[in-house]
Structure formats: structure tokens, C-alpha cells
RNA sequence: GGGCGAGUGGCGGAACUGGCAGACGCGCGAGACUUAAAAUCUCGUUCCCUUUACGGGAGUGUGGGUUCGAGUCCCACCUCGCCCACCA
């Protein structure tokens, strides 16, 4: 790495400054008394690798830099952080590199925290810290789901799951990504496994409802929207029959000879419409009727040796399809697998007798599990009758008759070219000829309602969540069962079930977990009536630890309830209670990654709307704005530990420092959509901070007596420029505005007052928070200018100063209890092998230590011990305001175009002039261009140009 | 196959509701300072034509359209990225 540094002492700049903000708790946030609240949150990250990588630090960044605004603008700013550190992806790490997870989870978030988080220059209050795996934050984690238990939200079924043999556990419907696990990517396959679940379905037509009026990055809600997948639909019943033939019968009516009606099947479809072309139906292998043939409920044929031999068909095309991955399922490709039953269903509308087939591209689990066959109008159901043969009538041709009709047109169907699927007039369709597909649909299915054959429903795409993972490394599931009183939750006062600390932690793959292997953690009393029982063995599903984390943030120093609502609150008023959570929550603004729209955002608003019915909080979307960030590319890439492109930003801190570092970043491109990672263009940004450096340090320059008026215009018009794109989250183009301002700083005569430069100062500090704070140090504090540079909001800062110096006594209590409290936690429980409580309390301490800031190059001088002395940093201190008039100018250049293009430009043009005096003032500039012309009109764009029409 | 987004100099990227395309930065070129190099500073830098000032022409993935005027709006297409996907 060969990178132009800053020329000032950035390293020991930022050792410095980063001490002093922590040891003036200069971050922390007093929950309880706040008076203007904005909770800036930031997804937070899993230690699954070594490091925290650039992504990270781009991403946090974003979301640090609009904290810092919000922060001078006055507001009380609470940037919690903390790691999702519970859960598979840190257990799978565990594996890899072979070290229990409860060490290594404890060593690499430390690591993040401070060798990372606390060098990057973010304001963060470190003394709300949280960790998934933490018992005193598991423990609610727990109750959480004994409380969506008792409430009917939880439940426990058999199901056909997705099962990754390399994770060897069952996963969420969305942690499979196109067949392969989420985390390894390995082929998922099926298995039936009793598991627990939480009935997101419940509320799929709220989530989706409520993604109409969300203040959330679009994208993310075209995500859920579609995975939510609401369709309507009708669900028609058609007689099964047996001892039938294909095609229609000459007497629909009556059955054909020897025809004996033996059941029913339901099939779902949004295309009612072209029923009068459906040849054939089509069962999942799952299917109910299916399981009546196999087990010979139903008899397919009177004879008993055709009917056997029909069996074993389709027994081994049942087992096979069921067996196969849904990989294995796609890489057939679009070749269609089936078996045919034997049986018909009847198609009311023709008489037709539909052959019923199984076959695997009918899913078990969506709709009815059975698809009514109109391979003229499906590719699916096209391809499966040109594989078997099937009948495949028209019902749909082509709207407009513009082509004459072609052969192509309402003839036969012969390729899946000539499949058409969205839209065109219905044919060969009795009372629906003639109609287009829209309104067809409409009057089949009133039709088929009115004659009791079928019936309008809605369908979801939208799954109940699987919550049981048979892993190690999660909170237990806290549910004992007993042979007498059945499964029963762990009562709140016996929270958390602890994870006992065991050798023998990795998965073994034979459908339970490790735990079940515990017998000490197995056996115990039934809570109810003190019976031998048996414990759950299965833990939760990571994305549960952090589908509610947001609500612990604020109140992790209570003990003795999960947050504060009033429907929670018990006795303790002296630590943030109700009142503050309606201060603090739903949580302001949301920032991350657009990966997990489906994910760990519909799990967020699942819990809260959950909350919501359960009555512990009164508003049922969790964040009142989300903004997904883009991701950095490598050569554009994505950054992945496949590639071996991922940056790591500890080196570049080190190189340039965290302010280049974090400008660099910033200056990519929108925050929304990133860019690609290069560090060719760093020089650009350290070279701009020196210039702030050595401008701030030339008193000619930074201290005038009065501001020269070109510069002073750019400054406020940056102030103005630079305050919108922060709100917009454009800092390339803010740091752009930026460098604009220095440019024309930096000529030759062109200087500022001192409390003008720390205007400019102050634009730069959310950006580059240490060198920032060096200077206004030097220049405001140490120079005793404070008084005169910030006279203009000295009285709000007075009230903010004095709120801070109480409030630094108070946290630090805050911060020592909870070091005990964590310890005497994990102590207290008295599981096997329990968490050792020395690991915890450890962990603790460290949250205060600066073992790392303090390395052992230490030229800072500690002033810094006695933590009431006042500091005074520009990152408390008023944002800049704008001086209208200053924006404002007196003359503008108008550009005069000739039909469309521009010509000339008029320049020094009075702003105040007259339409028409600056009309005859163009066509007076132009007159040589137009001689032997008609005029013929003349546009004026106020402000912007002129044009003229000519011919 | 479906959804979303994006295609602008050598590169990353600017351009508010249609109104001087290429801000800012990198890179590159020239110059100043220096014994020299680095660093720094100044100037230039979309392409083409004109020896040049002046000036002219073309130009935002492709082809059409609307408009006095289109990177921006409409239609068709091509390419790339991300997400979802045998979902009836």
C-alpha cells in the first residue's frame, strides 16, 4: 500500500480525540430525560469472519454521519451499537477455525468494538452495548416467545423443512436463496421434522397493507411486497371419478358407462378464465389424494392386480420426487416428471374427463397442492402435456387482428412459442367468447360461485417463520414436556434457560441438536406439576435475536423487564420507564442493507405488529424511515471471502488515517448505491484535508478581520447545499460542495473571519470527526474564543452542557451495575457447566477499558480523569445557518438558444430586470444569426434562458 | 420466467420539477519551485474540424417519438447489476 497521507499527525490526533469522547461520555445519551429524541440506528453486525470488513465501515459511516448532523442541529442522538453475535453464522466460524463459540463471539466482538468501531470515529453510546448471546439479553428473547406462545402467535407442527446437511439444521423458507442455504450454500433438502413456528401468516395482509403508507427505501418494499405474494384467486372443486376415459363424454351428464364418482379435488388458479381449455389436473406429490391411493383408501381400478401394479408406479414416483432437493428439482430443468393416478376429474364446464397426474413441479404447500391443466395457456402446463401427451385446446387468441389472423394466430398449438399466457380474447369458450381476459376472469368466477363449483379465496406466498434450529450456539427454546401436562413454557422467574457451556457443541445431524445429548440440561421438573420432564433440545433461529434487539436498546440496563411500555412497567422509576420508550420508539431512522428485505425486516415488523396484539406497545410498524444502503464492490464485485476481494479498513486507518478513510468512502457515490472499491482516488481526499489544515492554521487566511465577499457567498450556499444532501444522504456530493468551498478559499485573496471559517469547520465535522475537533480545539477552546465564535447559540449549548456534566455521574453507575448484573446472571443459574461467570463480568469490565486506545504509543497526556471538568467539543456545538441574502445574487448569465440550441449567453444581466427588456436585449444579441428570419416566438424561462423561435 | 435498479469523458461520478451536459475528485498533459526527485502550486483536459484566437460540428447504451428545447418524458430494443423464482 503506497497512499499519499495526511501531512498533520493524524494518528495521534485521533488516539487522542477518540479517548477524550469516551472519557467524557461525550456520546451517551440520558434515555430518560432527552428532550428532543432521534434514535439513528444501524444494523447491527454479526462477527462471522476475523474482522469487520469496509462494508461495514461504509455502511456505518453512512448512518454516523447523519447522527453527527442531527447531533448539532440539537437533537438528542442515540446511536446504540452492538452484535448479533448469537446464532449459526458465528457458530459455522466457530468450526472453521475450531474454538468455542462463547470465547470466540466474546474475543471478536471485543476486537470489532474496540481495535474498529471505536477508531472509526462513530458517536456511539457504548454504554448501551448488547449482545444476542449475552444470557441477560437472551433471557427476554426467551420470554418474548412464551409470550407470543401464550397469545396463539407460536405453535408447534410437523412439517416437511428446508434441511441443510451442512449446517445440519433446518432453515427459515427465507434463508433458502434459489434452492441453497443461506449461510454455506449448500443444497437444502427436505425433511419432515416436528418444529416450532411463529405465525407471521397471520398478518401477511397487514405487512403487506401497511408497505403502502412505510417510509422505506422502495426497493425494499417491492421485496416484501412480493414475497408476501397476495393473490386472488378462486378455488374450483371438480368430481374425481374412476373407470372413465380421457376427452369429453358424449353425455356430460350422466357418466359414462361404468364411471363411478369416488371423490373431490380442490385446485387453486387465478386463471379461471381459460377453464374451458383444461385437459388435464395435476396433484403435488404431497397431496392428500394421494396418500389415500398409496395407502389404498381409494382404489384406482376394481381389479386388485392392476391396481397394486398402479401403486407401486406411483409409489416410486412419490418417493423419489419427495426425496429430491429442490436443487435437484430445477437442474432437471424445465423436463417435466409426472405419474398418472388412473383417475379423472371432471371438468363441469365441458364434460371433459381430466386425467389426474402427480407431479413435483406442483408444490405441496401453495394453494391447494393441485393444479387444474390448460396447457394451451401455462408454458408449465404446455411443457407437462407435450411430455405426456396431453390434450391442449385454445381458448385465448390474439386481440388485435392487425397480422390478418395468421395461422399462428387461433389455430392449433403446437409450440411454447404460441403459448399465450397474459392476454387476448377468449374463444372455444362458450359464454365467455368474445371477452377479454380481464373481464372473463370476472364472470367465470361468478359463474362458477353460482354454481357451487368454486369459490373466491385469497392466497399468500408468505410462510410461517420456522423458528427451531437443532445448533448449539442459540438461546434454548424454553418449553419443557411433560407426559402429563403436555408442552409447557418455562415460567418468566426461571428465565433464561441457560445455554449450558458444554465440550461437545457441534452439530451432529441426526435432526436434533447437541443439546438433547445434555442429559443434565434434558431432564428436568415439569414447572407445573413437578413431574420428571423432558426439555425442548432445539435452539432459536438467529434472526429472532435480532428481530427485536431495537426495543432492548434504550432499556438494557433494566433487569427486570424486557423494555419499558406501560403495560410492562413495574416499580422502577429511576431508570428510563414508559414515558421514555414513547420518546424513543418506533425507532427514527433505520439504516442497512438491502439483503435483508425478506429477512430481518419482515421478521422486525412481524414482532412489533405481534407486540401490538399482545398489548405490550401501542403502534405496529418498528421504524418510522429505513434507508438501504448500496453495497462496495471489488473490481465490481461484491466483496466475499470467495472472491479474496474484501478490504479491510484497519489498514487504511492506519495508512491515512479513519477521517480520509471515512471521506474516501463517503466520496464513492450515494450512500444508496455505493460504488466500487479503489483507493486510486484517496489522494484527492487527503490532500483536501491537509488543505483544511493548513487554511484553519493561516491566520491571514482563517482569522480576518472581515470575510471577503466571494468566499463568504460560497459559504453560506454550501451551508445550504451541504445541510440538504446530508438529508438526502448524498455525501459524495456534500464532500464535493466541500471542496468547492476550499477551492475558491484558497485563491489568492479570498480569507475569512475565524467565526466564518468554523462555519466551515463545522460542515466538515459529521464527515471528518477528529481533525475537526483538533482544530476547533486549538482555534476556539484552547484560544478562548469559545464565547465569540458561538454567541449565537450559546444558550441552548449552556442547558445542553449542564444536562451532559449530570448526566456523565449518572452513567457511570449505569455501566457498573450492569457489569454486575450480567455476571450475576450467567452465576445464578445453576445448569451443568454453566457459563462461566468470571467470562461475562470480564466482558463487562471491558466495555469501560481502553487497553487499545491507550497502545504503547502513548504521547497523549491524560487530562482527561476527572470526567466532570467540561469539554467542549465541536460535535455538540450549533450547525451553521444560512444568511439568505448572502445566496442571493445580484447579476445572472442567460443562456440564448436559435430553436433549441444555445448561441450566446447574455452575462451581468440584473436579476430584477424586466421579461421584456431582457427579450429585446437576446434578440439584439442574436440579430446576426436571425437576418432573413421569422421571429416567430420568443421563450423566457425566468431565470434560466431565452429562446427563440426562428423559421 | 418475474420484480427492482442502472447504462453519461481514460476512471469514480455531477446535472432540483425537461432549460448552458460532464460539478467534484482521480488520472493525464504543460508550466512554476528544485541541482534533481518527491511534495506543493498554476493552467489545461468529452470527441472531431480549423495552424490559431475567434469559430464550427457531433455527443449521455441502440432505434423511433413528444417538445422551441430531452441525460431527464413516451414507445420498442440491447447490455449489465441485484433480488425472487416450476408460486398455478
Not at 105 to 116: A, C, G, I, N, V
Request: with cysteine; aromatic share 10%; proline share 4%.
Amino acid at each position: 500500500m503506497n497512499l499519499r497521507k495526511p501531512s498533520y499527525d493524524y494518528q495521534n490526533i485521533e488516539k487522542k480525540w477518540a479517548k477524550k469522547w469516551q472519557d467524557s461520555h461525550l456520546y451517551e445519551v440520558d434515555i430518560q430525560n432527552a428532550k428532543k429524541p432521534f434514535y439513528n440506528l444501524w444494523m447491527f453486525p454479526y462477527p462471522s469472519g476475523a474482522k469487520m470488513h469496509v462494508g461495514h465501515a461504509f455502511a456505518s459511516t453512512g448512518s454516523d454521519i447523519i447522527g453527527r448532523y442531527k447531533r448539532m442541529q440539537g437533537y438528542d442522538v442515540f446511536q446504540p451499537m452492538g452484535f448479533d453475535a448469537f446464532g449459526i453464522h458465528g457458530e459455522n466460524y466457530a468450526i472453521k477455525v475450531n474454538e468455542h463459540p462463547w470465547h470466540l463471539m466474546e474475543k471478536l466482538s471485543d476486537e470489532f468494538r474496540d481495535t474498529q468501531f471505536k477508531r472509526i470515529g462513530h458517536g456511539i453510546d457504548w454504554s448501551k452495548e448488547l449482545r444476542t448471546y449475552w444470557p441477560s439479553y437472551y433471557k427476554w428473547t426467551q420470554w418474548i416467545f412464551i409470550k407470543l406462545y401464550e397469545n396463539g402467535l407460536a405453535e408447534q407442527k410437523k412439517a416437511k423443512v428446508n434441511w441443510c446437511p451442512s449446517c445440519k439444521t433446518v432453515l427459515a423458507d427465507e434463508q433458502v436463496i434459489g434452492g441453497e442455504c443461506e449461510r454455506c450454500g449448500t443444497q437444502v433438502e427436505k425433511r419432515e421434522l416436528e418444529q416450532w413456528f411463529f405465525k407471521i401468516t397471520k398478518f401477511a395482509d397487514k405487512l403487506l397493507k401497511n408497505l403502502n403508507h412505510i417510509d422505506w427505501s422502495k426497493r425494499i418494499v417491492e421485496a416484501q411486497r412480493n414475497w408476501i405474494g397476495k393473490k386472488e384467486g378462486i378455488e374450483i372443486t371438480y368430481d374425481v371419478v374412476r373407470n372413465s376415459k380421457p376427452g369429453v363424454s358424449d353425455e356430460s351428464e350422466n357418466s359414462p358407462q361404468g364411471e363411478e364418482k369416488i371423490g373431490k379435488v380442490v385446485c387453486f388458479t387465478t386463471r379461471p378464465d381459460t377453464n374451458f381449455g383444461a385437459t388435464f389436473v395435476v396433484l403435488a406429490p404431497e397431496h392428500d389424494l394421494v396418500k389415500k391411493i398409496l395407502s389404498g383408501e381409494i382404489k384406482v381400478y376394481d381389479e386388485d392386480s392392476k391396481n397394486s401394479e398402479l401403486i407401486e408406479q406411483i409409489k416410486k414416483y412419490v418417493t423419489e420426487a419427495i426425496n429430491k432437493s429442490d436443487v435437484e428439482r430445477l437442474a432437471e430443468g424445465k423436463k417435466k416428471t409426472g405419474a398418472f393416478t388412473g383417475l379423472y376429474a371432471v371438468n363441469q364446464l365441458t364434460g371433459y374427463r381430466m386425467p389426474l397426474w402427480i407431479s413435483d413441479f406442483v408444490l405441496g404447500d401453495y394453494g391447494t397442492g393441485a393444479v387444474v391443466g390448460v396447457p394451451a395457456h401455462d408454458t408449465r402446463d404446455f411443457e407437462f402435456a407435450k411430455e405426456f401427451g396431453l390434450e391442449i385446446i385454445r381458448v385465448v387468441k390474439s386481440a388485435d387482428d392487425s397480422d390478418g389472423g395468421s395461422a399462428d394466430d387461433d389455430g392449433e398449438i403446437t409450440d411454447i412459442s404460441q403459448v399465450q399466457e397474459d392476454e387476448g380474447v377468449m374463444i372455444n369458450s362458450g359464454f365467455l367468447n368474445g371477452m377479454n381476459i380481464q373481464d372473463a376472469i370476472e364472470k367465470m368466477k361468478d359463474y362458477l360461485e353460482e354454481k357451487g363449483w368454486g369459490k373466491r379465496v385469497v392466497t399468500f406466498r408468505l410462510r410461517d417463520w420456522s423458528i427451531s434450529r437443532q445448533r448449539y450456539w442459540g438461546a434454548p427454546i424454553p418449553v419443557v414436556y411433560c407426559d402429563k401436562c403436555g408442552t409447557v413454557p418455562v415460567p418468566e422467574e426461571d428465565l433464561p434457560v441457560e445455554l449450558p457451556f458444554v465440550d461437545e457443541w457441534k452439530p451432529s445431524g441426526d435432526g436434533k441438536g447437541p443439546l438433547a445429548n445434555i442429559p443434565e440440561f434434558v431432564n428436568t421438573t415439569c414447572p407445573k406439576c413437578g413431574a420428571p420432564a423432558k426439555r425442548e433440545t432445539d435452539t432459536f433461529d438467529n434472526f429472532l435475536d435480532s428481530a427485536w434487539y431495537f426495543f432492548r436498546y434504550p432499556f438494557v440496563n433494566r433487569e427486570d423487564v424486557p423494555f419499558a411500555t406501560p403495560s410492562l412497567e413495574k416499580s422502577d422509576d429511576s431508570e428510563p420507564n414508559s414515558e421514555a420508550f414513547k420518546k424513543w420508539l418506533p425507532v427514527t431512522l433505520y439504516l442497512g442493507g438491502p439483503e435483508h428485505a425478506v429477512l430481518h425486516l419482515m421478521y422486525t415488523r412481524f414482532i412489533t405488529m405481534a407486540f401490538e396484539e399482545i398489548g405490550l406497545i401501542d403502534f405496529d410498524e418498528p421504524f418510522e424511515r429505513f434507508v438501504a444502503h448500496g453495497h462496495i464492490t471489488m473490481g465490481g464485485k461484491k466483496m466475499s471471502k470467495s472472491l479474496g476481494n474484501i478490504v479491510i479498513p484497519d489498514d487504511y486507518m492506519n495508512e491515512i488515517g479513519a477521517d480520509a478513510l471515512r471521506m474516501y468512502l463517503m466520496f464513492l457515490g450515494p450512500l444508496e448505491s455505493a460504488g466500487d472499491f479503489n483507493d486510486d482516488g484517496i489522494s484527492g481526499i487527503t490532500k483536501f484535508l491537509d488543505r483544511v489544515w493548513n487554511l484553519m492554521h493561516d491566520s491571514a487566511k482563517s482569522q480576518s478581520d472581515k470575510s471577503s465577499e466571494k468566499v463568504l457567498k460560497k459559504l453560506h450556499k454550501t451551508i445550504k447545499g451541504v445541510s440538504e444532501d446530508i438529508e438526502n444522504f448524498k455525501y459524495n456530493t456534500a464532500i464535493s460542495k466541500l471542496m468547492e468551498l476550499v477551492n475558491v478559499w484558497n485563491e489568492k485573496s479570498e480569507s475569512l473571519t475565524l467565526v466564518d471559517s468554523v462555519k466551515f469547520l463545522k460542515l466538515l465535522a459529521p464527515f471528518a470527526p477528529f481533525i475537526t475537533e483538533e482544530i476547533y480545539q486549538e482555534i476556539v477552546v484552547e484560544a478562548g474564543n469559545y464565547d465569540v465564535v458561538e454567541k449565537d447559540c450559546l444558550s441552548r449549548r449552556n442547558v445542553k452542557q449542564k444536562d451532559a456534566s449530570e448526566k456523565v455521574l449518572q452513567s457511570n453507575e449505569l455501566v457498573s451495575s450492569s457489569s454486575l448484573n450480567s455476571a450475576k446472571l450467567s452465576s445464578s443459574l445453576d445448569s451443568p457447566n454453566s457459563l462461566n461467570s468470571s467470562d461475562t463480568s470480564d466482558s463487562s469490565k471491558s466495555l469501560t477499558s481502553n487497553d487499545v486506545l491507550d497502545d504503547g504509543n502513548n504521547n497523549v497526556t491524560d487530562t482527561t480523569e476527572n470526567v466532570s471538568t467540561e469539554f467542549i467539543s465541536i460535535h455538540v456545538q450549533c450547525w451553521p445557518e444560512y444568511d439568505k441574502s448572502l445566496i442571493a445574487e445580484n447579476f445572472m448569465s442567460i443562456p440564448v438558444q436559435i430553436n433549441g440550441k444555445v448561441k450566446r449567453v447574455l452575462k451581468n444581466i440584473p436579476v430584477d430586470i424586466e421579461e421584456e427588456d431582457l427579450k429585446s436585449l437576446a434578440l439584439k444579441e442574436v440579430q446576426d444569426l436571425i437576418v432573413g428570419k421569422d421571429v416567430v416566438k420568443v421563450i423566457y424561462v425566468k431565470d434560466r434562458l431565452i429562446s427563440v423561435v426562428v423559421r
